[in-house]
Each structure stands twice: as structure tokens, then as C-alpha cells.
């Protein structure tokens, strides 16, 4: 993707929704266009299997196009709406295939629930890049690392608080204060810091 | 649910923000998700916590999905038309074949070892593709002499398109539309016929695709199914 302006990159990622939402079949295309490469790695990050990935967004843009009408562009920026479509299903496809496997698999607190893919940065370095271009980064940065490193894996592999215990080694009661301090921490930042509308 | 209420307005922000992070999960999320579709305060605050995160997904790289993805997605949909034409020369545009690049590397290999394979194995002024999918495990291998007007497909794999369905064969030339080469036909080895000889027929095309389409071929004249082969047209002459 073009690293155009941020905000000149919403409008015309707004432009193209209203115009999905009028059933316009290029905009759509245009649409795929530009979000599908951002999309798809957030979906593979998180399902950590590329089929299930693939499904994901196609799922993900069929609903797109039936509900872009629903879009509010006074109530979020596009790319945040469509984010938030995703990484939806994908918690969806993560639940159905724990209840698809919870009978199956034999119990053992001492594995982690997953490996962790050892490729690309791992997920507290990206909550430092993505933090990079802003002050977010200011805010990230000042959680304790146990915390940081929890919120991290939650956001960009999706994982639940057991696995995050399982995974950490830590007590599940740990890791819930770690995750809700570090949310209350991170919001009071944010907020301070005049990044949320 | 009496989540707007101010005094669960500290639980309703810890709720939101579990839901945006991920990590309510099971009929907690469920029960959240259908508090959001009917009371703005609580979508409001799922939102903002939305935002809020959004910043940092930013970051992660982009990775581009294979083509089949957006085939899959116009055919779900029953797009036949801008859609079909805007994505395709929309992942012409932006180089969508690069995903292939495992595959040229197989490609390489199969043909060394083809190479190998004895004096004999390549006679003459030879043009050869190695035809990989994106896991890089070659698939067919094209080969034509450049005086004749026929290629021929060897199958690697045994690969059945499957009922009412058919492999088709398309050159792919630098910045314009795919070309058909034909339908390419079932079990064992097939050969194509060329316009003219292959050395002309193929001059200015660098790579060929295998797309799955209905049976008798793409009714459009562009690949309309999954592309699941591609190779790199490589010249012995």
C-alpha cells in the first residue's frame, strides 16, 4: 500500500465504501485493493493457518459488500470498521475450532496452547512499531514488560487468557490484572496523550 | 442490559476493551456483541476502544493473499461484472504473480534436474515451463520446440480438475491481459496447438498460468477460477 497521508488514505477508503454500499462493483475492487494485503496479515497473525485465513477474508469481504451501507464514517475510520470485521470472525473460527478440539486434546498446563511463529517481528516489537509514528508510542512503552508482552499476544495472535497463562507461565489470575491494568494504563495514555476523538 | 447505567460504566469500559483486545471470549462476547447492536452507549464504548488499538494494528506488514481469494470472493458474491475486470487488472497492476516467487525457484530446480535427466531429454532449440503452485511443488511441465506449433503438457502430479470442470492454459505477457493458450486436455500427456511456431507464438511472454475453469473453458476470454499454476517460460536456444 502507497504510504499516502493517513487521513487523505481514509477518505478515500470512506469514498470507496460509500460507493460499495451503492453496490459499485470497481470501488469494491478498488476496495480489495487497497485493504486486503493489511487485512490478510492480521487474519494469518491470529488463525496462524492460511487457509483459515483466506476463508476468513473472503468471508469478511462478502460482508463487506452486503453490509458497507452500515458503515458511519462520523463514528470510526474505515480501516479501524474493517479491522474490527476481521479480527472478529477470526475469534469466531479460533472459538469454534477449541470446541471443535477441546474433547480431543488431553489437557496439559505445562505446553503452550500454540507455537508461536518465530518469523517476522514479534508481536511486543510490533506494538513498538506500530506505536512508532505517534505518541502511542509513549504509552506502550510504559507498560511493564509482562503486561506489554500479554497485550501484545492477545491483539496480534489472538490468544485467550488461558493460553496467554499457559503460554507466559503464569496464574491466570496473573495474567487478568496484568491484561486489565495494562488496558487501564494504555487508555488513560491514550486518552491523555488526545488520540482518541 | 443496564451496562449504560454510570455506575457500570467502569465494567462496561472493562467489557469493551476485552472485546476490542480479544480476549472475551465464548457467550461473554456473544452477550457483548448483542448488548452493542441494541444499546449505542455500549457500541460506543466498543468503539472507541476499537480506535484505540487500531493505531498499533497498524503496524503489522502487509501480506498479499493469493489470487484465488478474490475470485473466491466475486463468485460468492455472483459478480460477473466491473468487479471481475477492475480485480483483474487491478492484480496485474499491483504484481500479484510476485507471490509466485517461491514457485519459480522450484521451477529452477525441476529443470535442472530435467537437464540431468540425460542428452536426449532436451532436444534442440527447447523451450521449457516448469508449472508450480504457490507451495512450489511443480505441477506440469510444458516443452516445445521452437519450430513447432505444438506444446506439449507432461502432468507432474496427478491433478484431475475435478466434474464440469477444466484446466486452462494462458501466456501471461508483460502488462496486458492473459491470454488463452486452450483448454488443456485431461490424463496423461497433452498437446496444445500455437498459432505459429512456438518460438514466436512465445516470444514476449514471459510466464505461463494453469486456471481452473468450467468445463469447455473460461466463458469470459480472462481466468474467471483460481490461478494454481504458474511458471517461468525458460528458452534453450
Not at chain 1, 503460554?167 to 491466570?172: C, E, G, S, V
Not at chain 2, 502432468?155 to 484431475?160: F, K, L, N
Amino acid at each position: 500500500m502507497p504510504a499516502a497521508d493517513p487521513a487523505e488514505r481514509s477518505a478515500r477508503l470512506a469514498a470507496s465504501l460509500a460507493r460499495v454500499a451503492l453496490a459499485d462493483q470497481r470501488a469494491f475492487a478498488a476496495l480489495y485493493g487497497q485493504t486486503s494485503a493489511h487485512l490478510y496479515a492480521v487474519a494469518l497473525r491470529i488463525v496462524r493457518d492460511p487457509a483459515a485465513a483466506e476463508d476468513i477474508l473472503q468471508e469478511a469481504y462478502v460482508s463487506i459488500w452486503h453490509n458497507a451501507g452500515r458503515y458511519d464514517a462520523a463514528k470510526s475510520q474505515p480501516i479501524t470498521w474493517l479491522t474490527a470485521i476481521v479480527r472478529n470472525r477470526c475469534l469466531d473460527h479460533l472459538r469454534r475450532r477449541d470446541l471443535d478440539t477441546v474433547t480431543l486434546t488431553p489437557i496439559d498446563d505445562d505446553a503452550p496452547a500454540y507455537d508461536i511463529p518465530d518469523e517476522g517481528p514479534a508481536p511486543p516489537d510490533l506494538l513498538l512499531q506500530g506505536a512508532d509514528a505517534s505518541a502511542v508510542r509513549a504509552c506502550v512503552e510504559a507498560l511493564e514488560a509482562g503486561p506489554r508482552q500479554a497485550i501484545a499476544l492477545a491483539f496480534f495472535q489472538g490468544l485467550s487468557h488461558a493460553e496467554l497463562a499457559s503460554h507466559m507461565r503464569q496464574p491466570l489470575g496473573t495474567i487478568k490484572s496484568w491484561v486489565r491494568r495494562a488496558l487501564e494504563r494504555l487508555k488513560r495514555c491514550l486518552d491523555g496523550a488526545g488520540l482518541v476523538r | 442490559m443496564d451496562l449504560a447505567h454510570p455506575e457500570r460504566r467502569e465494567r462496561l469500559d472493562q467489557l469493551a476493551a476485552e472485546y476490542a483486545l480479544g480476549t472475551l471470549r465464548g457467550r461473554a462476547r456473544d452477550r457483548f456483541a448483542r448488548a452493542m447492536r441494541s444499546d449505542p452507549v455500549v457500541a460506543e464504548a466498543a468503539r472507541d476502544w476499537e480506535r484505540r488499538l487500531a493505531a498499533l494494528a497498524a503496524a503489522v506488514p502487509g501480506i498479499t493473499p493469493a489470487p484465488r481469494v478474490w475470485t473466491g470472493i466475486v463468485t460468492r458474491l455472483g459478480l460477473h461484472g466491473a468487479a471481475e475486470e477492475a480485480g483483474l487488472s487491478w492484480w496485474q497492476r499491483l504484481g500479484f504473480w510476485r507471490g509466485f516467487a517461491l514457485a519459480s525457484f522450484a521451477a529452477a530446480l525441476a529443470l535442472s534436474v530435467l537437464q540431468l535427466s540425460g542428452p536426449g531429454a532436451l532436444p534442440g532449440e527447447t523451450l521449457v515451463v516448469v508449472l508450480a503452485g504457490p507451495d512450489a511443488r511443480p505441477a506440469m511441465i510444458a516443452t516445445a520446440a521452437r519450430n513447432e506449433r505444438v506444446l506439449t503438457m507432461k502432468p507432474v502430479i496427478d491433478a484431475d480438475p475435478g466434474p464440469g470442470r477444466a484446466y486452462e492454459l494462458w501466456a501471461l505477457p508483460d502488462g496486458a491481459a492473459p491470454q488463452s493458450l486452450g483448454v488443456i486436455p485431461r490424463g496423461g500427456v497433452a498437446r496444445i496447438p500455437l498459432r505459429s511456431a512456438s518460438g514466436e507464438a512465445l516470444a514476449r511472454i514471459p510466464q505461463l498460468a494453469v486456471s481452473l475453469e468450467p468445463a469447455g473453458g473460461s466463458p469470459t476470454g480472462a481466468p474467471t477460477g483460481p490461478v494454481l499454476f504458474t511458471g517461468r517460460v525458460e528458452r534453450f536456444y
